[in-house]
């Protein structure tokens, strides 16, 4: 067994504050609104938008244009680019089946740049017949990493309609019946990466299945719970039948099944979604001896802590709509702490602020009053202070927990991923995170398609939210603090967050896994 705990990490972690973290946090918004990053060979490459195309590009269909293989030329039109940090830019904007890609005209600053279609999340006409002025004629692009672009265009070359309607059809695929690039791509690598995660050789690198814990194919046609993934690790004294019977008290089918066992002192993170108490307070016998079979699985501990990632005031509310919590009376083996963590449109309001305070220019004069304004931050240490407690519950030997918010796909795997890295050095390598992510983020069911909004041109869907974004901000916290920690750095990580958006490879689109299979073409590629 290789899993290793890394005491270090839990006794000195420090949470993000805003003298802290202002200055770096500042560096890292910049850094991820101004590069270009690229997936060569089976690397994960950061590439400057100057460098030149990288070798494989096919440049067959227009010279002036790097494409990648299977990326074909839509239109191009002469424009002005509004640079928000220079002065107006001259050149043309070319649009493929993939990217938005602007040259500009040879001058002393050479303006040269590319943005993946699915990064855009709006496109505006601005100005209109009548517009008078110079440069207020075009189109103004929103971004989801925080840009955003606006071209200028001449009236009288009537070129904006064709750019509009080509970028529209493109930048939103699902919207006009089109296929994600991921689909026509033709990009070919060494090694596949649906192989990176092997669900079976993750469960036996952390000595599973073991006496306590058994490997359940309960789900092996997604017909038990459509979230999750075929392969559950669950208690080894918990029948399939006992299985379907919690089902049916857990919002979603998500029954709490585990993540991550200690190699020494054998406590678990267990994972799921909110019980189905509703208004009346219903009490699930089979639910609380399932829970309580959890706790019994170690036999060194006397309590089984349940965290729960909201605040107590919303699962309160929550049973308005069915949901609730585990009460006293029910589980009196088991301890429940509420974390506080606010639901994803607390969180998607926070970033609308912080990009309204980084993005085009940063008031130094008002930078931290602005920060705290956001509550960005405070979002982020209520995370990681979660995380911990976690992490410091199973390090410590007293207690397994089991972690649930609502449907147990959102702030649920947050707590899971973060504590799982803090305290298993393997998920600190390149491929221990990819395996990390695929396990607890892609496998479990966060709801990518709908936080991300891939391909749809509903930019003010309220399913939209910045979880994965968040957790990736965590990871790079706790990076900045251990650098010697991690096997990676900041460019691994705006990396994934560039292809998290992108749809140049499979792995981030659609909800969850049993959809992503039913795309039976998009297997090819993988980030």
């Not at 590069?35 to 490459?45: A, I, K, M």
């Not at 410590?396 to 649920?412: A, E, I, L």
Request: aromatic share 10%; proline share 5%.
């Amino acid at each position: 067994m290789t899993t290793e705990v890394d005491p270090d990490i839990l006794d000195n972690i420090e949470l993000p504050t805003m003298c802290c973290f202002s200055s770096s946090f500042r560096r890292f918004l910049i850094m991820a609104s101004s590069s270009v990053t690229r997936f060569n060979s089976n690397s994960l490459e950061n590439s400057s938008i100057r460098r030149p195309p990288r070798d494989g590009t096919n440049q067959e269909n227009n010279s002036e244009v790097p494409l990648l293989p299977g990326e074909s030329l839509v239109t191009d039109k002469e424009v002005i680019y509004m640079c928000p940090f220079n002065a107006p830019a001259k050149g043309r904007l070319y649009v493929t089946n993939y990217k938005l890609y602007f040259k500009g005209e040879e001058t002393e600053q050479l303006i040269v740049f590319e943005v993946p279609l699915g990064v855009i999340t709006r496109i505006e006409k601005m100005g209109g017949a009548s517009s008078r002025g110079e440069n207020s004629y075009g189109l103004d692009i929103t971004c989801k990493d925080m840009r955003n672009l606006r071209f200028a265009l001449k009236q009288e070359t009537h070129s904006r309609k064709q750019i509009f309607e080509d970028l529209t059809r493109h930048a939103f695929p699902l919207s006009h019946g089109l296929q994600f690039f991921a689909f026509v791509s033709e990009e070919r690598f060494p090694k596949n990466g649906w192989d990176m995660y092997d669900p079976v050789k993750e469960f036996q690198r952390q000595g599973l299945p073991n006496n306590n814990w058994r490997l359940t194919f309960i789900n092996k046609a997604y017909e038990f719970c459509d979230t999750y993934p075929p392969l559950l690790m669950v208690p080894f004294n918990a029948t399939d039948d006992d299985l379907r019977k919690v089902a049916a008290f857990r919002s979603r089918n998500r029954i709490p099944v585990l993540s991550w066992i200690h190699p020494e002192n054998q406590s678990v993170i267990t994972r799921c979604s909110q019980p189905l108490v509703g208004m009346s307070g219903k009490r699930n016998k089979d639910d609380e001896r399932y829970l309580e079979i959890i706790k019994d699985a170690n036999n060194q501990t006397s309590k089984l802590t349940i965290y729960d990632a909201r605040p107590n005031v919303n699962a309160v509310a929550n049973k308005a709509t069915g949901g609730g919590y585990e009460s006293d009376d029910a589980y009196p083996f088991a301890e429940l702490v509420f974390l506080d963590i606010h639901n994803i449109h607390v969180m998607r309001e926070s970033l609308k602020k912080l990009k309204d305070i980084v993005f085009p220019h940063v008031e130094e004069s008002h930078w931290l009053s602005s920060l705290e304004s956001t509550h960005w931050l405070e979002h982020i240490k209520l995370v990681l202070t979660g995380a911990i407690q976690v992490a410091d519950k199973v390090a410590s030997g007293k207690s397994s927990v089991v972690v649930h918010c609502s449907d147990g796909w959102d702030r649920t795997a947050q707590l899971t991923s973060l504590a799982m890295l803090m305290l298993d050095s393997y998920y600190r390598t390149v491929e221990g995170f990819e395996v990390l992510v695929q396990k607890e983020w892609i496998s479990f069911g966060h709801k990518f398609g709908s936080r991300i909004g891939h391909g749809d041109k509903n930019h003010a869907d309220a399913d939209r939210s910045p979880i994965f974004l968040q957790f990736i901000d965590c990871v790079w916290q706790m990076s900045k603090q251990f650098p010697t920690a991690f096997e990676f750095n900041e460019h691994f990580l705006i990396t994934i967050l560039d292809h998290l958006y992108s749809c140049r490879f499979g792995s981030f689109l659609y909800n969850c896994e049993s959809v992503r299979e039913k795309e039976a073409s998009i297997s090819k590629q993988l980030l």
